[in-house]
């Protein structure tokens, strides 16, 4: 089963709009990372937030973090139709085992 | 750089046909992954490796094998293709720890008719 449950399933919003997608998950983690892909190709790392930070920045991104809620959030600023993607937020748990699991995905659409 | 890569990127094949799917990292990691996308469903993981020679099951291996002989190279095999198993297919790489993230290859898309 999924660990990851990203929230809208789809957003379609004007350039120039913030989008904010969420992320709930269901067991305790290690770190929260979140990945854009772009239409018909591969996954591209975004971000990585550690289960003892609560916020991180890297550009017009950014993420929280919210382990009571087991919830993170992605903040994407000042949107661009290039930002057209679909993103997914993945997932480790503490028990140790170095792979991820990655939720549904949001599909974003960036209006011009 | 050419980081992961896939090889094919396209393939129809008949129920009952077999393949192999080849992913090669140049990146020198440790782990490697195999993960199937369906619409609706995300990515749910195959198989991964933790090192040269190793292998262990994800989420959803039924149908499948993998073998990883040599550190670059993970192979994903179809023994007897099903319907059910045309999705498209990526591979993954990462460093040992898992703080650094996965680097994907552009997927293979398979159809079984």
């Known amino acids: 089963s999924q660990q990851g449950e990203e929230d809208p399933q789809a957003l379609s919003i004007q350039e120039g709009e913030n989008a904010t997608m969420n992320c709930s998950y269901k067991?305790?983690?290690?770190?929260l990372q979140w990945y854009r892909q772009n239409s018909g190709r591969g996954l591209v790392h975004l971000i990585l937030i550690r289960s003892n930070e609560r916020e991180k920045h890297s550009g017009r991104l950014r993420v929280t973090l919210d382990t009571s809620k087991k919830s993170s959030s992605l903040l994407i600023t000042a949107s661009r139709a290039a930002d057209t993607a679909s993103y997914f937020c993945?997932?480790?748990?503490?028990?140790?085992?170095?792979?991820?699991?990655f939720g549904t995905g949001t599909r974003l659409k960036v209006l011009a | 750089n050419a980081g992961v890569t896939q090889t094919p990127k396209f393939r129809v094949l008949k129920t009952g046909q077999s393949m192999t799917l080849l992913c090669a990292q140049d990146?020198?990691?440790?782990?490697m992954y195999w993960y199937r996308q369906d619409p609706g469903m995300g990515l749910r993981l195959i198989h991964y490796?933790?090192?040269?020679?190793?292998?262990a099951k994800g989420e959803v291996p039924d149908g499948y094998n993998v073998s990883r002989l040599k550190k670059q190279n993970f192979l994903l095999g179809l023994e007897s293709a099903a319907p059910s198993q045309t999705s498209v297919y990526f591979c993954a790489s990462s460093r040992r720890w898992s703080g650094y993230g996965y680097t994907f290859g552009s997927g293979t898309r398979l159809t079984v008719v």
């Open positions: 990146m020198n990691h440790e782990y």
């Open positions: 067991t305790s983690i290690n770190n």
């Open positions: 490796s933790v090192g040269e020679g190793t292998t």
């Open positions: 993945a997932t480790v748990h503490t028990s140790g085992t170095y792979k991820y699991i």
